[in-house]
């Protein structure tokens, strides 16, 4: 059984640029929640996809996208990259509905902003 | 508005000894609480968690406790082992929807032979 993966490992952006991070989520679970998490800090709710629909977001503006495709991986689109995005994006998968069940984290994605 | 704190950056305990780590909450909405243990380059992995109808919970070396009242829980590791050394997070979910997650800012711990 394949555990969550997310691609790529590392990127670097410049400010203003936009970027997209992939999330193929365990075998078998219909959820996705992304989190960011800051250096220091633990990682912060950006929004969860149950079934291709967001189902609840965090505090984050609008520019921080998502999608759900019906192979319930799931991608997270970030525009007008600002230097304080610059953190480790997680994502995590779970079975049930709506993330009733144990997440599973994948390794994250490290984006660098200059 | 930090709803969960871990206000101890840090822990170093010696390898067979008790490992405590403590976590504030401010949030009484809070149903379930969550811990979290990370290593480097790899995501975070779930250790245990209690809701808020229980004050304990039990998972082999692993013992969670929760004070509703003090809005305070702690993780109690015994005995620590090497392989415990890690960052532990706190979470905290206002529904049985454990992919909404409040962390805490997490606690490195070290276990020292």
């Known amino acids: 059984e394949t555990g969550v993966t997310q691609s790529p490992t590392h990127l670097i952006k410049t400010r203003g640029q936009q970027v997209t991070l992939r999330c193929s989520s365990q075998?078998?679970?219909?959820?996705v929640s992304w989190y960011q998490q800051a250096l220091g800090q633990g990682p912060q709710f950006i929004f969860q996809y149950y079934r291709e629909e967001e189902n609840g977001r965090g505090n984050f503006p609008p520019r921080f996208s998502g999608l759900q495709f019906p192979n319930y991986s799931s991608e997270l689109n970030v525009n007008a990259l600002e230097l304080d995005d610059s953190a480790l994006y997680l994502c995590?998968?779970?079975?049930?509905?709506?993330?009733?069940?144990?997440?599973?984290f994948g390794p994250g994605t490290r984006l660098t902003v200059l | 508005d930090q709803q969960v704190k871990q206000n101890s950056p840090s822990l170093s305990v010696q390898e067979g000894r008790i490992s405590i780590l403590n976590c504030d909450y401010t949030n009484s909405m809070f149903d379930y609480f969550l811990w979290y243990k990370k290593y480097p380059a790899e995501g975070p992995t779930f250790l245990i968690s209690i809701s808020s109808i229980k004050d304990k919970n039990e998972d082999g070396r692993f013992t969670v406790f929760l004070n509703k009242s003090a809005k305070h829980l702690s993780l109690h590791i015994v005995p620590s082992q090497p392989g415990d050394s890690a960052v532990y997070f706190c979470?905290?979910?206002?529904?049985?929807?454990?992919?909404?997650?409040?962390f805490g800012a997490g606690t490195q711990v070290v276990v020292t032979p």
């Open positions: 075998s078998g679970h219909n959820t």
């Open positions: 995590a998968s779970s079975s049930g509905t709506g993330g009733s069940n144990e997440q599973f």
């Open positions: 979470a905290a979910s206002e529904s049985r929807n454990w992919g909404k997650l409040q």
